[in-house]
C-alpha cells in the first residue's frame, strides 16, 4: 500500500479494476501494476479508446484475464470500455472518469 500524500489515505499500489467490455460482450480483472493515481492519470490522457477495443489485453498496461461477469464489490474499482463516447472508469468513491478523447454520443457535430 502507498499514501497517497494529498489525502492521507491508503491506496493500493497495485489497483485492479473490473472491466465490462461492449456491454457484457467480455468482462476482464485488470491488474493495471499502478496506484490509483497513477490509474487516474494514466486513463483521463488516453485520446482514444478505440486502440483498446476488442482485445484490451493486447494494447493496455499491466495484466487482463478474461473472468466470469459478476457484480463489482463495494470500493471496487469498475470500468467500461468500447468506443470514445461511452468508456468510462468508476473510482471506489463512484466517480466517473472519462478519458481524453471522451465524445458524447449524442452529438453529431452539428
Not at 499491466?62 to 463516447?85: A, F, N, S, Y
Amino acid at each position: 500500500m502507498s499514501t497517497n500524500i494529498n489525502s492521507g489515505v491508503n491506496m493500493p499500489s497495485n489497483v485492479s479494476v473490473l472491466l465490462d467490455e461492449e456491454y457484457g460482450y467480455r468482462t476482464w480483472l485488470w491488474e493495471t501494476g499502478m496506484t490509483g493515481e497513477q490509474l487516474l492519470d494514466w486513463w483521463m490522457r488516453q485520446t482514444t479508446m478505440n486502440d483498446h477495443f476488442f482485445d484490451p489485453s493486447r494494447s493496455m498496461p499491466g495484466k487482463l484475464k478474461e473472468v466470469t461477469p459478476r457484480e463489482p464489490q463495494k470500493g471496487e474499482w469498475t470500468g467500461h470500455i468500447h468506443m470514445d463516447d461511452d468508456s468510462f472508469l468508476t473510482s471506489p468513491d463512484g466517480r466517473n472518469h472519462t478519458h481524453a478523447g471522451h465524445t458524447c454520443w449524442a452529438d453529431d457535430g452539428q
